[in-house]
């Protein structure tokens, strides 16, 4: 189902997508709804994908021991205020 969608956009840059839509044969709102398309499924793509840990960093890990009490996020703001005292 279509929907109308408003966009406020630079003069000059809509002039120079219309003529490029035209160039290709397209009209400005599938062009816009291609892109938009792309961007997304490219997000959604990236997010789904694993992080490859690789073997030197498995093998690193366990090796650091911390306290169960440990709160990582007051740690980092007494380091900037201690740098930038």
Partial sequence: MDSKLTLKLNKAVIEQAK??????????????ENYLATITKSKIESDKREIEITPLVKSLSGIAKVEGDFDEKQMYRDYLLEKYK
Avoid: C, D, G, N
Avoid at 23 to 30: A, D, F
């Fill in 19 to 32: 003529a490029y839509a035209k160039e290709q044969q397209i009209s400005l709102s599938r062009l816009i």
